[in-house]
């Protein structure tokens, strides 16, 4: 039987929308200026069975204008910060995200920033646009530095795999994580231990109410002077005011971000006119090939959850679901 899918955005890469065509599947958008409205109108009107969620909340105001019919909620991504899990527990619907389709996208990106903010790239940029050939600074070199990782799944161990490459030592802080056979990435058992020793600190571990502001002043305090730090995962794991505070001291000697606590950024943010950071538009998983494997996987999750196939179940951020589900 045909399923009828929401995507909570204007797109969907072809490869996604070739799996949904393949199952006779009526797919809705929404429009680029509809945002939150438009998505309550059509799941007050449709009969949505299930919803890949993009860039809109989905939040409980979302899961009560949602019928009976909806089934489950497939992130187009890793993170799920934007959906209301408790909500979706209560109603019983599995929240499943796609964990390895932008993985490399990601950790690529992780080193273009670190780079950039390292040698100074987009101030050199724009000097020599305006007419300025000034070769009298120097920047950061990153081999024989230390990275650490806050997280050590499968981002974080593509950043540790291209680190090692260019001849830097690494370690990682991840309560969760196991040695990885065939990298040399040290595992310490806190952020206390790491930070000291992090010349570069590069975040990759999902937001909520355990890791929101998890990097403060006394935690950017205990970094080398002159480090950098660069997350690619969520902007509220960063309290931004001490990140400027410690750009403006010079303890820090930049930063390379792609997430940001309020997005869009505002031009006005004081993170955008500040000489030593690099900044990207919550990009990281924004490549052809990136989207590709993301929707692919986030549409086969939505059909694996309606049509009641197996799937891997370590994607179910919500496992207590899955127990309602089979029975």
Not at 32 to 50: K, P, S, Y
Not at 253 to 259: I, Q, R
Not at 276 to 301: K, Q
Request: charged share 15%; aromatic share 4%; hydrophobic share 45%.
């Amino acid at each position: 039987m045909s399923a009828t899918i929401l995507v909570s955005a204007p797109t969907l890469a072809e490869a996604g929308q070739e799996v949904l065509r393949a199952e006779g599947c009526r797919v809705i958008f929404t429009s680029r200026h509809g945002g939150t409205e438009e998505m309550l109108q059509h799941l007050r009107r449709e009969a949505v069975d299930g919803v890949i969620s993009r860039t809109l909340p989905f939040d409980a105001q979302a899961f009560a204008a949602a019928g009976s019919t909806l089934k489950v909620i497939s992130r187009h991504g890793v993170g799920f910060d934007n959906v209301d899990v408790a909500t979706a527990t209560e109603r019983g619907i599995p929240v499943l995200i796609a964990p390895a389709g932008n993985g490399q996208s990601v950790a690529e990106l992780t080193m273009a920033l670190m780079l950039a903010a390292a040698r100074r790239v987009t101030t050199q940029n724009a000097a020599i646009r305006a007419g300025n050939w000034d070769r009298s600074g120097s920047g950061l070199q990153l081999g024989t530095k230390t990275l650490g990782l806050i997280g050590f799944g499968g981002i974080g161990k593509a950043v540790a795999r291209a680190a090692l490459g260019f001849g830097m030592q690494v370690i990682a802080f991840d309560p969760l994580a196991t040695p990885e056979p065939g990298l040399s990435v040290e595992l310490v058992d806190s952020l206390q231990q790491m930070l000291p020793r992090s010349h570069f600190l590069s975040l990759h571990i999902p937001l909520n109410e355990q890791t929101r502001d998890l990097i403060g002043a006394s935690q950017i305090a205990a970094l080398p002077k002159g480090a950098v730090i660069v997350n690619t995962s969520r902007g509220g794991l960063i309290d931004e005011a001490a990140l400027l505070a410690g750009l403006d001291s010079g303890h820090l000697y930049g930063a390379g971000l792609d997430t940001f606590s309020i997005e869009p950024l505002p031009a006005s943010h004081p993170l955008c006119n500040h000489p030593n950071t690099v900044l990207t538009a919550h990009v990281g998983g924004s490549t052809d090939a990136a989207l590709a494997a993301t929707a692919r996987m986030a549409a086969e999750h939505a059909l694996a959850i309606i049509h009641g196939r197996p799937f891997d179940a370590t994607v179910c951020v919500n496992p207590f679901t899955l127990k309602r589900i089979s029975r």
